[in-house]
């Protein structure tokens, strides 16, 4: 009888322990999903594309809970990534995951004001500023990160 009440008690602890050790361990998952956006721009109409993204497009994102981390312009070319200075904008949008940025930009690009400022500007080819982007998506590696999502 009394082996089984050690027994039954170790049981417990070991359980216990496990449960413990679960938590503690997914508080120290990274949190967020990030997309690095790498568009190459019209000839000439690069600084038209940051113009657009920083009056109209990163509002559009922030109202439908998407983080905008930050936008760039390069200072320098590099012909192996396919980075030109003069017509790469790049950007980093986040998420708190892979499933909420899908519905969140989901949202996004059914918003009206997208449409009208970024889907209607993209089917003309006279006024089309973009002429490819390349997404990455991102994982933070590790327990730290500096970006806080919206949540």
């Keep these: 009888m009394l082996k089984w009440k050690i027994l039954a ?3 417990l602890t070991f ?4 449960i413990g ?3 503690a361990a997914q508080e120290n998952k990274p949190v967020g999903f990030f997309e690095l956006r790498i568009y190459t721009a019209q000839q000439g109409k690069r600084d038209a594309l940051a113009v657009r993204f920083a009056n109209r497009t990163a509002a559009i994102y ?16 590099d012909p192996e990534l396919g980075i030109s200075a003069e017509n790469t904008f790049i950007y980093i949008r986040g998420y ?3 499933r909420e940025r899908d519905k969140r930009l989901n949202a996004a690009h059914d918003d ?3 449409g009208d400022v970024v889907t209607k500007q993209e089917a ?5 500023l973009i002429v490819k982007a390349h997404n990455i998506d991102m994982e933070p590696n590790g327990a730290y990160t500096a970006i806080a999502i919206t949540k």
Excluded: C, M
């Design 9 to 11: 008690v170790l049981g």
């Design 15 to 18: 359980g216990v322990a496990g």
């Design 21 to 23: 050790w679960g938590y």
């Design 62 to 77: 922030a109202r439908h809970g998407i983080t905008n981390v930050g936008y760039w312009i390069p200072v320098q070319s």
């Design 96 to 98: 708190p995951s892979k």
């Design 112 to 114: 009206p004001e997208f």
């Design 124 to 128: 003309n080819s006279d006024i089309k």
